[in-house]
């Protein structure tokens, strides 16, 4: 199998000038950064590779470069393991073994050619631009959860979502008091993260306060693309401070139980 680095430097010198935030993957930090991390978090203590580890699924989203999976199998090629490989992942020394140690025993990586951690809606248009003008799929990964290993799609330019704006960690009043009020209603400027419609002048009802109107929902919530479930809680308990005391009400979200999957 090809070296990915050398693979991702011939895409890189065939064609357009890529945009700066893009890089190509080496399978050696994937090593480092996310196979390290299962061994000394204690993921193969058992033969058969299925036990959690002692590193947290936020450690392993925030690693530099932003390779690193939920489960180690979706790194791999059809999200596959078996005993051989387990064994030879298990032992793989990262200080010192070449890669064929691994793609020897059967080890075929499912990581992207190049990968990119966007910090707006510009950097997405580049990315995207660049892998249309070479020819590329792109995959986007929010925390790494894809059971069918879709976030880290083999030879694909990546779109990692993790430094992407929190829309919803700007304080509600953060933004609300920079607007216009009449009394209790907000009848000019910008809207925050969690809405509660009541509050809001006729003529600055939103779409999706009218949708939720109808559903006999009181309020809405906006996240962008990377942010978590734990984001999104945390907006909407930041929220309830103010509708509560201003409204005498609170909102609230169901989500899943682990902070750390992907909200959108």
């Known amino acids: 199998m090809p070296h990915l680095a050398l693979a991702a430097a011939l895409a890189l010198s065939a064609g357009p000038a890529p945009p700066a935030q893009l890089r190509p993957v080496n399978a050696t930090d994937w090593t480092r950064e996310c196979l390290q991390a299962f061994q000394i978090g204690g993921g193969f203590a058992s033969p058969a590779g299925n036990v959690d580890i002692d590193i947290s699924g936020y450690d392993l989203m925030g690693m530099p470069h932003g390779l690193c999976t939920e489960w180690l199998a979706c790194s791999l090629e059809n999200c596959e393991l078996d005993a051989k490989r387990i064994a030879a992942l298990g032992g793989f020394k990262v200080a010192s073994d070449p890669l064929s140690v691994l793609t020897d025993a059967g080890v075929v ?56 704006p929190k829309y919803s960690q700007v304080p509600m009043w953060n933004t609300l008091l920079t607007g216009t009020w009449d009394g209790p209603v907000y009848t000019a400027g910008p809207l925050p993260s969690v809405i509660y419609c009541a509050m809001l002048a006729p003529e600055m009802l939103t779409q999706a306060c009218k949708v939720a109107a109808a559903r006999g929902k009181p309020a809405t919530l906006r996240v962008g693309g990377g942010e978590r479930w734990d984001d999104a809680f945390r907006a909407v308990e930041n929220a309830n401070y103010y509708t509560k005391k201003f409204f005498n009400a609170t909102v609230e979200v169901v989500g899943g139980a682990a902070g750390s999957v992907g909200a959108a």
């Open 109 to 164: 990586f499912n990581l992207p050619d190049f990968t990119a951690l966007p910090r707006g809606v510009g950097d997405v248009v580049a990315v995207m631009k660049y892998a249309s003008a070479i020819k590329k799929p792109v995959s986007v990964k929010s925390t790494g959860h894809s059971y069918a290993g879709s976030s880290t799609q083999r030879g694909s330019v990546q779109l990692n979502m993790r430094d992407f």
